[in-house]
């Protein structure tokens, strides 16, 4: 059974910086590019930042020099480093894996940045 499961959401102030997690299993870590999305409300779900299964990265315009992603393969896990968040940054983030013609989905996290 694939499970994607994400943590580290929360309230935090602008400026602040979060990390979240995502640990996964069910399928082939290694092989899947993992990538963080994010919903804020009213909006569309956006592509945040992905890893491919080389350690290439990209992220949006909106967050370059901001964020990181990186994966341990030994964890099956995905981070998201989030630093100077911004009230912008608010969303829900999901955890996704791709390959192929797979596509999996965590069931989000929430983080909110406000002062």
């Known amino acids: 059974q694939v499970q994607l499961v994400e943590s580290g959401g929360g309230l935090v102030q602008p400026g602040d910086s979060l990390r979240l997690s995502c640990a996964t299993s069910g399928f082939t870590f290694a092989t899947y590019h993992m990538s963080w999305y994010r919903q804020a409300p009213g909006k569309e779900r956006e592509l945040v930042a992905t890893i491919i299964s080389g350690s290439s990265t990209y992220y949006a315009d909106s967050v370059k020099g901001r964020f990181t992603i990186s994966r341990d393969t030994a964890k099956n896990t995905v981070y998201l480093q989030m630093n100077s968040l911004k009230p912008e940054d608010t969303a829900v983030y999901y955890c996704?894996?791709?390959?192929?013609?797979?596509?999996?989905w965590g069931q989000g996290t929430q983080v909110t940045v406000s002062s």
């Open positions: 996704n894996a791709f390959y192929l013609s797979n596509s999996y």
